[in-house]
């Protein structure tokens, strides 16, 4: 969505929206901090956000990248700055090629500053002056695929302190094609506004963003003061000055000083503000939360699916996703950005390609082995390793190697019934409790349009020792309500689904519209995250020394045990599928020798057998998951399916 028509949206109506601004790190490091944070900060609910240009080969390049993490991981509606400086139209080119490949729709028009070896600024030979001419280059060259902002300066910029002579530049600006405008930082709120109503005056009629740089520590507070030559209001040096050697008390105060100007400015009808977040999080968060303009920390963010969306290029309307990886998006978003179409509606409309490969950027364990080992210990026995699941649940860890993120309120329902598992060696991945009929607006289920109705079956997904998968199979099939998948690493797949097409397992019923079915369990989908669970379970164990008993247990755990999932077709039991577990324990528990015992049982487990045996249908994949199913499937993992074959709702 164009930000100019977000903008507008929200001076129709009035409400508040608000927006972040962050840069492109220097390390690797920093990236993925960045971007950790950037998925956080996402829960606050910003309109959109920006990315600044790095000028320069490896910079430019990373703006581009992130840019497209934003908008495909993340689901942020992202605006790319561009910049003159050092920029010859070729490389402008590019720049909006790489954008338009991203799905981003939003470009910053800059200027730029000169180069730090240049006292003047000047124009790369091949380039471009001014920002007006630029504009008007990406209004030739794409028309309205970009709505298009450009920069406002209430108090002058570097080169040129007539803000009235900048008023004219900026009409010439908009009038090249510019769709809204972003200010300069500024802290004196009245020089704002009355230089507001001097852009109303001049005929800028298009929406203006004020930028709101937060306070963090007292220097760095003077210091971008002095460098955007803005004006500070002596009473904030009156109440910073005392406390300037205490950056506890400088954010404090400083939060509620610009929290009262940002007050002052939507008082005054402009509904945006835009915060230069300098790559951090909780300044910004002190002043929105003085605002009330984010819900108290734990509040689920209303959405319109059960999962997050992605605005990569042709990804919008997509609506249909297996549930294997819902605690992993990213990696399912990265697997699959090489589609040429998504599942909208159905899933299987049309034939999609293979899943990417394992070794893409984003998949895999996040984190170094240090920090790794420092999360998750050293465990020596199962025990161990149950008890890290545990504490998860218990909210006492933060991820796991199969979930990136928290637990959130939604499996409180069912979180007894988890650590009763997990406390037996049965490891839990992945589950949602049945929901039969609540409100869309629902604070912990809902999702979805208003005045709809969710509904969702129970499902588990966790990981089963080889000593207990015969019988948990045979209880499952005492039940018709039912159906199951389970794997092992090499492929050995035994279900008793009744055939390969998509089972719904979450769906919504809404006024004048189709019904939506955005989460689904299917078998090609389900080989091509067992790669990716196995792959991380031994990403995991990799982080130990060769010889040590911790690689050695994950190492066998992987090996051996089989990935299961179960899914509960009636939406209105929530217990029923944990009682399948009744009894059963994982023996080996506290077996520090259980690695080699493992190994040495495997060898003497059933093989795996064509056809059906005891009701249970069995086929043999390969090691890349990929198989023949009833003629069907196909080696290459490409499937046709016509929509959902008896399981949805």
């Not at 007539?162 to 930082?185: C, R, S, W, Y």
């Amino acid at each position: 969505m164009h930000i100019s028509e977000k903008l507008a949206q929200a001076e129709r109506m009035g409400q508040p929206i608000f927006s972040f601004e962050f840069f492109p790190p220097k390390t690797a490091q920093g990236v993925q901090n960045l971007y950790d944070r950037m998925d956080r900060m996402h829960g606050l609910g910003p309109a959109f956000i920006d990315v600044t240009w790095g000028a320069g080969g490896r910079l430019s390049d990373l703006t581009c990248e992130m840019v497209k993490v934003a908008q495909s991981v993340y689901g942020l509606e992202t605006c790319m700055h561009l910049t003159c400086t050092d920029m010859e139209r070729s490389k402008v080119d590019w720049a909006l090629k790489e954008a338009y490949r991203a799905g981003c729709t939003n470009i910053l028009a800059l200027r730029g500053d000169p180069p730090r070896e240049k006292e003047k600024w000047v124009a790369t030979q091949g380039g471009f002056m001014y920002a007006r001419d630029l504009v008007r280059y990406i209004r030739e060259q794409y028309g309205d695929h970009f709505s298009i902002g450009v920069a406002g300066y209430p108090e002058g910029c570097d080169d040129q302190d007539d803000p009235d002579l900048l008023i004219e530049h900026l009409k010439e600006k908009v009038d090249a094609g510019g769709n809204f405008i972003v200010t300069q930082m500024f802290y004196d709120v009245d020089i704002f506004l009355d230089w507001v109503r001097k852009c109303r005056e001049r005929g800028i009629t298009v929406p203006i963003v004020p930028g709101i740089m937060p306070i963090h520590t007292y220097a760095a507070f003077l210091r971008r003061a002095n460098w955007s030559k803005c004006r500070i209001p002596p009473e904030w040096i009156k109440a910073l000055e005392p406390v300037k050697n205490d950056d506890a008390a400088v954010r404090e105060i400083g939060k509620d000083l610009v929290a009262e100007m940002c007050q002052k400015i939507l008082d005054a009808g402009i509904y945006s503000l835009h915060f230069y977040t300098m790559n951090l999080a909780g300044a910004t968060r002190m002043v929105l939360e003085e605002l009330n303009l984010i819900p108290p920390e734990g509040t689920p963010t209303k959405q319109p699916l059960p999962w997050r969306q992605s605005l990569g290029l042709n990804r919008r309307d997509e609506n249909v996703r297996p549930i294997f990886w819902r605690n992993h998006h990213k990696s399912y978003v990265m697997r699959t950005q090489d589609w040429d179409e998504f599942p909208n509606g159905r899933w299987g409309d049309s034939r999609s390609p293979a899943f990417g490969e394992l070794d893409a950027y984003g998949i895999g364990l996040k984190g170094t082995n240090e920090q790794n080992i420092q999360l998750w210990g050293r465990p020596q026995t199962v025990r161990d390793v149950a008890r890290l699941f545990e504490r998860y649940l218990d909210q006492d860890l933060e991820s796991l190697p199969w979930s990136e993120s928290p637990i959130t309120a939604e499996l409180d329902i069912i979180k007894s019934d988890l650590q009763n598992l997990n406390r037996r060696g049965l490891l839990t991945i992945n589950s949602q409790p049945a929901v039969a009929g609540v409100r869309s607006t629902d604070t912990v289920h809902g999702w979805g349009p208003r005045n709809g109705y969710v509904y969702q079956k129970a499902y588990l997904e966790l990981f089963v020792p080889p000593t207990l998968i015969d019988e948990l199979i045979r209880r499952i099939e005492r039940d018709p309500d039912l159906t199951y998948y389970a794997v092992n690493k090499g492929g050995q797949l035994r279900t008793n689904a009744a055939n390969d097409g998509p089972n719904a397992v979450t769906w919504g019923v809404f006024s004048g519209k189709e019904i939506i079915q955005p989460t689904i369990v299917e078998t090609i989908s389900f080989l091509a995250w067992k790669d990716e669970a196995y792959r991380l379970g031994v990403d995991w164990a990799r982080c130990y020394e060769a010889d040590s008993p911790s690689r050695h247990l994950i190492e066998r755990m992987m090996e051996s045990w089989f990935l299961v999932n179960i899914v509960d077709n009636d939406f209105h039991r929530s217990h029923d599928i944990f009682r399948l577990f009744d009894q059963l324990e994982v023996v080996e528990l506290d077996e520090e020798g259980y690695a080699k015992s493992q190994v040495d049982g495997v060898a003497k487990s059933r093989p795996a057998i064509n056809g059906v045996s005891n009701g249970t249908k069995e086929i043999n994949g390969t090691p890349n998951g990929h198989h023949e199913m009833n003629g069907d499937g196909n080696t290459n993992g490409h499937h046709v399916v016509n929509g959902i074959n008896g399981s949805g709702p």
